[in-house]
């Protein structure tokens, strides 16, 4: 898949940011990677050194900015956009081989209210394909932040704004969804990790989503530990990242 960047922003997790690489590798062979680092410490940049990842550091960037950061450093028409706490269960070539056959902008799950919030429709952010050029044609960000500010009783979470400026443009999306065959997603392993434990720092308002699920973040530990095989096996699983 030489057309295609893996692309992913971590934040004060290497281990968890190393098994999504390890999974995803694990069924592809080698393509492009790209990681923006907005760590407030060095670990991850360390690691992803070590297994020699293209990252840029970043440190206490913001994820919805980030992204837009993200695509304008690929050099790939069309990138896999992921959340760290991503576990890639099969292979994608044949789910992107169709996103390109549909001449799609953006293709993933579409949603809308989640976890007790009014949230304005979007393609999940967490797993979604991107063609990076017809985007740019558009002049399409990921982050409009001046339809991000707006107050209508609903918000514009992570992907929302790029979503409603993409359909605004009357560009193509796909509507699939892919998880539980092609991937999971342990919500919560990636940027909240630390906070579980405590009372403090909850983001969902009820149980309808499940970034607050301890279960499902203990379960993720045990996936990130069944991963966790020396560097030297991480190579012989074909990791060679490039951009």
């Not at 443009?169 to 579980?196: A, C, D, P, Q």
């Amino acid at each position: 898949m030489d057309d295609l960047t893996l692309i992913s922003c971590s934040y004060n997790t290497p281990e968890v940011t190393l098994t999504m690489l390890k999974s995803f590798f694990t069924h592809h062979d080698e393509t492009n990677v790209f990681i923006l680092d907005n760590s407030t410490n060095s670990d991850t940049e360390v690691l992803l050194k070590r297994n020699k990842v293209p990252f840029l550091s970043n440190a206490g960037g913001l994820h919805i900015k980030s992204v837009d950061t993200l695509l304008n450093n690929v050099k790939t028409r069309y990138a896999l956009l992921v959340d760290t706490d991503i576990i890639f269960l099969k292979n994608h070539r044949s789910i992107f081989e169709q996103f390109k056959s549909l001449d799609l902008a953006l293709m993933g799950e579409v949603c809308g209210d989640r976890g007790g919030k009014k949230i304005h429709n979007r393609v999940h952010p967490w797993h979604c394909f991107i063609d990076i050029d017809t985007i740019k044609k558009a002049n399409i960000k990921f982050y409009n932040e001046l339809k991000h500010s707006q107050k209508d009783g609903k918000i514009y979470d992570v992907g929302c704004t790029f979503f409603s400026d993409i359909r605004e443009n009357k560009l193509k999306i796909g509507n699939v969804r892919l998880e539980g065959e092609y991937f999971k997603h342990y919500e919560g392993m990636s940027w909240r990790t630390k906070r579980y434990g405590s009372s403090e720092g909850d983001i969902d308002l009820d149980n309808k989503a499940t970034h607050n699920n301890k279960n499902l973040y203990e379960y993720g530990i045990v996936v990130e530990q069944e991963y966790a095989f020396e560097v030297t096996a991480y190579k012989e699983a074909k990791i060679k990242c490039k951009i």
